[in-house]
């Protein structure tokens, strides 16, 4: 799944891009969490095609994505980031989303769409 395809599936609005050709990568899993610990320790396998989801809005959650090399993080519940945030975000070479949706919601409309969880599991 293309990364603008995720984002238009969540209703949501792309808050940083660095490069306007990450918006057609392909996406093939996804990985919720609060605990940037749990995203450390559980995203091994291609983490450069994993949408990394979280309502953590903090620079814990974005260095954490970048130390993974994870193409793209979603905020849910519709999460403001700050200026400070958007700054780090820009440089970086992650597409940065927001959702409306709770993470159970946004979680549950990437499955329906196919997108697998990091162990494979997947709607299709």
Same mark, same amino acid.
């Given at each position: 799944m293309k990364c603008h395809e995720i984002v238009e599936a969540?209703? !949501?609005k792309i808050v940083a891009c660095s490069d306007e050709s990450l918006l057609d990568k392909?996406? /093939?899993? @996804?990985?919720?969490?609060?605990?940037?610990?749990?995203?450390?320790?559980?995203?091994?396998?291609?983490?450069?095609t994993t949408v990394l989801?979280?309502?953590?809005?903090?620079?814990?959650?974005?260095?954490?994505?970048?130390?993974?090399?994870? !193409?793209?993080?979603?905020?849910?519940?519709?999460k403001k980031l700050s200026d400070d945030l958007? /700054?780090? @975000?820009?440089?970086?070479d992650t597409v940065v989303a927001t959702s409306p949706f709770t993470m159970y919601e946004t979680c549950g409309?990437?499955?329906?769409l196919g997108l697998g969880?990091?162990?494979?599991?997947s709607a299709s």
């Open positions: 969540l209703g !949501g392909e996406y /093939e899993t @996804a990985f919720a969490t609060d605990l940037m610990s749990d995203a450390l320790a559980l995203i091994q396998d291609s983490p450069e989801i979280t309502g953590l809005c903090n620079p814990q959650s974005l260095r954490t994505a970048e130390m993974l090399d994870v !193409g793209m993080i979603v905020f849910v519940r519709g958007i /700054e780090i @975000a820009k440089g970086m409309n990437l499955y329906m969880g990091i162990y494979g599991y």
